[in-house]
């Protein structure tokens, strides 16, 4: 019986190791409204098909910081949405040198193929 209860924690112990992933977090540029630093973590890109995601980090000057997923298209003209914990936002139209452009250029850097895992990186 103890050795089950063992197996069965070890068995969790890995599971539990593996659903989560340490963040790359690397700068891209400052966002356009307010000039805050932004961030791409370069370990969740992921290229599937046309379409590309991954997780991006504003920075506040209070060190408050935000994290949201973007997934664009790389079909032109290029789209993007932002998708929060409580929802996503509509599709819009990248502009040429915004901080989302900059940011899906950065990203395609570190892109791999495959589908998204939907996981919010650990910091």
């Not at 949201?68 to 819009?92: F, H, N, Q, V």
């Not at 040429?96 to 990186?121: C, F, M, N, R, V």
Request: aromatic fraction near 14%.
């Amino acid at each position: 019986m103890k050795k089950r209860v063992a197996w069965l924690l070890v068995l969790c112990l890995i599971v539990l190791a593996n659903t989560a992933f340490a963040a790359n977090w690397v700068y891209v540029c400052q966002d356009d409204t307010f000039g805050f630093p932004v961030y791409i973590d370069s370990e969740s890109v992921v290229k599937d098909g046309d379409k590309l995601s991954f997780w991006w980090e504003i920075v506040e000057t209070d060190k408050t910081k935000n994290v949201w997923k973007i997934e664009a298209t790389l079909a032109s003209p290029r789209m993007y949405r932002e998708i929060y914990d409580w929802g996503a936002s509509g599709w819009r139209k990248v502009r040429a040198g915004s901080d989302h452009d900059k940011a899906i250029t950065a990203a395609l850097k570190y892109a791999k193929e495959g589908k998204d895992s939907g996981q919010k990186p650990t910091p």
